[in-house]
């Protein structure tokens, strides 16, 4: 169900966005403590990724990553399964701010995603009156609704040439708020896996950038660790939303950069900040 034409959502991190301010973000994958997500707040992060689509993280411990981040002034997107639109509530329920909705191809496909998001009469999420939110303390819905609505973010993810076909029209639905595109699947999809550079990307960038520009949405780019490459693409109309890594990946850097220090050192001393 699309969202009423006309309604804008008072977003502190779409503002951010807009404003051209960066956003950094931590995906998490592997982590299943608020260890990870108070590393995330203290190392100058402003949002964490938790994906749900590449792990087995359960709905429980995302629902308690995210409460964390948002008692933390983080703002806690989740990437969901493709197609599992059924977990977008409880998600939402217990803490999240953020939905990323992966290979959305059609308008019908990001309508059911926006529809699970928002409260009636902009879509049909069910109506509670407890979240963490507001510290769980009871609030009637003529209050709770509008501002779950405006805390709710919705991010269509495209990954594919039919995606980025449809970018124009997914980004006029009023419920969608950002579009992303994700450079690993799509490139793979278009035959070039792993070319981020190639042209065929760099025009399915400049065509989602155009929808969201003709429509006032925001566009991110994820996939890409090449910042030179990623700021080529702001003329494009990509948002500075940046997705520094995840925790599995940034793990095996720090761990493979202190063996290669170990195996390199000639001294018999341990390096700093190691543990008995």
């Known amino acids: 169900m699309a969202e009423a034409v006309g309604r804008t959502r008072r977003n502190p991190f779409l503002a951010r966005l807009r404003a051209g301010e960066p956003a950094l973000q931590l995906g998490i994958r592997s982590g299943r403590t608020t260890d990870v997500v108070r590393v995330a707040a203290a190392s100058g992060h402003h949002s964490v990724?938790?994906?749900?689509?590449?792990?087995?993280?359960?709905?429980?411990?995302?629902?308690?990553?995210?409460?964390?981040?948002?008692?933390?002034g983080l703002t806690p997107f989740v990437r969901i399964p493709e197609g599992?639109?059924?977990?977008?509530?409880?998600?939402?329920?217990?803490?999240?701010?953020?939905?990323?909705?992966?290979?959305?191809?059609?308008?019908?496909?990001?309508?059911?995603?926006?529809?699970?998001?928002?409260?009636?009469?902009?879509?049909?999420?069910?109506?509670?009156?407890?979240?963490?939110?507001?510290?769980?303390?009871?609030?009637?819905?003529?209050?709770?609704?509008?501002?779950?609505?405006?805390?709710?973010?919705?991010?269509?993810?495209?990954?594919?040439?039919?995606g980025i076909g449809n970018a124009d029209a997914i980004a006029a639905l009023d419920g969608v708020d950002m579009l992303a595109i994700g450079a690993n699947d799509l490139t793979a999809e278009l035959g070039i896996p792993g070319q981020f550079a190639h042209p065929a990307v760099r025009e399915a960038i400049a065509e989602a950038g155009a929808a969201c520009t003709r429509h006032g949405k925001l566009l991110m780019v994820g996939g890409i660790a090449d910042r030179a490459l990623l700021d080529s693409f702001a003329p494009l109309g990509v948002s500075p939303l940046w997705l520094t890594g995840f925790d599995t990946e940034l793990l095996y850097s720090a761990a493979a950069a202190r063996a290669a220090a170990h195996l390199g050192a000639r001294s018999g001393t341990r390096s700093e900040g190691t543990s008995p």
């Not at 990724?49 to 995302?62: F, G, Y």
């Not at 409260?119 to 507001?134: D, E, I, K, N």
Request: overall charge negative.
């Open 84 to 162: 599992d639109y059924g977990s977008i509530g409880r998600l939402l329920d217990t803490g999240a701010h953020g939905i990323v909705a992966p290979r959305v191809e059609t308008v019908a496909q990001a309508e059911q995603v926006s529809g699970a998001c928002r409260f009636p009469p902009a879509g049909a999420r069910s109506q509670l009156a407890m979240v963490p939110l507001t510290g769980l303390r009871p609030t009637p819905a003529s209050e709770l609704n509008p501002l779950l609505d405006d805390a709710t973010i919705v991010q269509i993810l495209l990954e594919t040439p039919l």
């Open 49 to 72: 990724l938790l994906d749900l689509e590449h792990s087995t993280m359960p709905l429980d411990v995302a629902g308690a990553l995210c409460a964390t981040a948002s008692d933390l």
